[in-house]
């Protein structure tokens, strides 16, 4: 619907009118409220008809039935249906198939339902019971959490089974990853802080090191000094008379 056929449908004068920023502009003649939405490239849109005067907002009438549509649309992030197909036919390999497990296990904890497709490829047909083997399997890593809506059923050259999550257990399993996951954590911390102990320590004994080199040095610097000293007192007190005819001995 254009915009003039919107501003027209408004056969009511006076309204009362409320801005595009939601500002109360109050009660204008219609012809006024039609000229405003127009400078503003909006619409002028009857949102409380039944009231006396009705009230119109100036707004971009395209966004504002966008809007309306998405309000009423039913929103659900669980219970859709995933499909998780075993490959081309009975012969897949056990790590394919814990992966395929492992990707239905996401699924299940988020809340939707699986269904398994398993094929058959030529003459596989005549050996069911792989397939379903391989069903089975498929199931037992996730009875944890899942519970067979639907068991196995032919559909063609294929089996189809329907797996639901199973919402106490789903909560059990959550609880417990929750737990371990903090243990982890805890675990990490606690090595964390050993090693800091010891680094802690190996810090402490390095400095006791440098203080106890630092005590020796200073000791036989004043060992040094002493001697020194001694020798320049010998050396003051003694006749240098006697000291020149001594060295003249060789004595």
Known sequence: MN????????????????????EQIGVV????AIRMAEEAGLDLVEIVPDSRPPVCKIMDYGKYKYELSKKKQPTSKGNELKEIRLGRSIKIDKHDLEIRSAQARRFLMDGHKVQVI?????????????????????FEALEDIAKVEQPPKPFGRQFTMLLAPDKARVESVRRKLEKEKAEDLAEQQAKLDEEIARLDALDALETD?????????????????KTKKGKQRDRRAG????????ELLGE
């Open 209 to 225: 090191d440098d203080d106890h080199e630092a005590v020796e040095a200073a000791k036989n610097q004043a060992k040094t000094e």
């Open 3 to 22: 915009r003039t056929r919107v501003n027209h449908m408004i056969r009511i004068s006076p309204i009362r009118l409320i801005g595009a920023e939601n």
């Open 118 to 138: 398993q094929r058959f490829k030529g003459r596989e047909f005549a050996h069911k019971d792989l397939g379903l083997a391989n069903l089975r399997m498929f």
């Open 29 to 32: 003649e219609t012809h006024e």
């Open 239 to 246: 006749n240098p008379v006697d000291d020149e005819i001594a």
